[in-house]
């Protein structure tokens, strides 16, 4: 039913276009897309011996977008995606297909320096610790008003995703085991609204943002309504180096209540350079925390449902392999130590160390969840084609009761763009 739906909201869109750009001469169309293949395979995706969890897998993802001049100060930009996957990994649709971008760009409405955006679109601030469309796109009404002294105001409001919750069987309350529990389709839905003020100088940006999600389930016992602010600087302090640091503050409470403070701070710092025998390298220090506890239904849990974490094709932020397990942001403290090199023309490799401790003492009372090395190696083949391949080690720690197995993860991905 959702792909019916997506095919006919794009026909009527692709109709729309069509029909208006005759009749205004369209120009500046563009039209293209990416296609990305995919295989992974994962040992021991619980890192435990005692099981055999091994599993292998293919993906393609396939992205094709239309975009250009719909009329004076107008533009239009329609991009769908489909997904597939072949083999044996829980989680993953056979078969997906959704609209990812369909909206409207209507540039200096009425000659004032005022941008309004209105339909699906992509949204992301910073590293999108907070709000984040994750390739998905957002229903969203923007509007972005451009300041004297690189100045910007954003105001926004988001038709976020249907909702729903699990409940036990026999009773009808939240809780239980997972086998006594069935999904239950609430049809509401979670409403966002933010602000967001920029500041963009020379080499610099900072950004201030509030968000405050609301959710219209009507499950009483697990409704959250979440408030979100915070700041982020990017700079290019000279020649060669950049940093950035985020801090966002989240209050959340039931019907409106808010109850509890908790944060989130991520923050990095990379130097370039340029050798004659490595060609480029860069090496990096980037560092992230957040509240939360041992148990998921805790209101302290830093954990904003639009947030960028990996999801079902394996978009990895914070290890390659433990991302995908575990991507939950919420009890984390992680470390990560990166260089880069590029020995050979068209060639670069990454080699990433990261450090993983909960943020509360586990049940054994220790915080040490794991360690991870990835190799990644990145071959550009042309300026249409890519190749990425990827392997991962994971070692869990004291707060494992597997500590000493090991587990990884190997991944061999194409990408072709035209």
């Not at 044996?88 to 909206?103: F, T």
């Not at 180096?241 to 409106?256: L, R, S």
């Not at 720690?397 to 500590?403: Q, V």
Request: hydrophobic share 35%.
């Amino acid at each position: 039913m959702k792909e019916k739906k997506c095919l006919l909201i794009g026909s009527l869109f692709l109709i729309l276009f069509l029909g208006i750009g005759y009749n205004y001469s369209l120009a500046k169309v563009e039209l293209g897309g990416e296609i990305r293949m995919r295989f992974e395979g994962i040992n021991n995706s619980d890192y435990d011996d005692e099981i055999a969890d091994n599993c292998a897998f293919s993906t393609q993802r396939t992205r094709v977008y239309f975009r250009g001049d719909l009329a004076k100060n107008v533009l239009f930009d329609l991009g769908a995606q489909s997904n597939e996957y072949w083999g044996e990994k829980d989680g993953l649709n056979p078969w997906e297909l959704y609209l990812e971008n369909a909206y409207l760009k209507f540039i200096q409405v009425e000659k004032k320096p005022i941008d309004v955006f209105v339909g699906r679109q992509p949204i992301c601030y910073g590293d999108g610790l907070v709000l984040d469309d994750s390739n998905q796109g957002f229903d969203a009404l923007r509007a972005v008003w451009r300041l004297p002294a690189n100045l910007e105001w954003e105001a926004l409001t988001v038709k976020g995703r249907e909702t729903g919750s699990l409940i036990d069987k026999e009773s009808g309350d939240a809780g239980g085991e997972l086998e006594s529990k069935k999904y239950v389709d609430e049809d509401k839905d979670a409403d966002v609204y933010g602000t967001v003020f920029r500041w963009l100088p020379i080499r610099k940006k900072i950004e201030c943002y509030f968000i405050y999600e609301v959710d219209k389930s009507t499950d009483s016992v697990v409704l959250r309504d979440k408030c979100f602010y915070g700041i982020r600087l990017e700079e290019k302090m000279k020649e060669g180096i950049d940093y950035k640091i985020e801090i966002a503050m989240k209050k959340a409470g039931k019907k409106n209540t808010f109850n509890y403070d908790g944060y989130a701070l991520q923050a990095g710092i990379v130097g370039y350079a340029h050798t004659s025998v490595l060609g480029a390298v860069s090496a990096r220090v980037e560092y992230f925390q957040a509240t939360g506890s041992v148990d998921e239904q805790d209101k302290k849990n830093f954990n904003p449902a639009y947030a960028r974490t990996s999801n079902n094709y394996g978009e990895c932020y914070y290890g390659e392999y433990y991302s995908e397990v575990s991507p939950e942001m919420a009890n984390k403290k992680i470390t990560n130590f990166g260089i880069g090199v590029s020995p050979l023309k068209k060639t670069n490799i990454n080699i990433n160390y990261y450090i993983f401790d909960s943020w509360t003492k586990t049940i054994n009372g220790v915080r040490d969840l794991g360690e991870e090395i990835d190799v990644v190696l990145f071959y550009r083949y042309s300026p249409q084609v890519k190749l990425r391949f990827v392997y991962a080690l994971f070692l869990p720690g004291e707060a494992s009761i597997n500590e000493g197995t090991s587990a990884n993860k190997i991944l061999g991905e194409i990408l072709v763009r035209f």
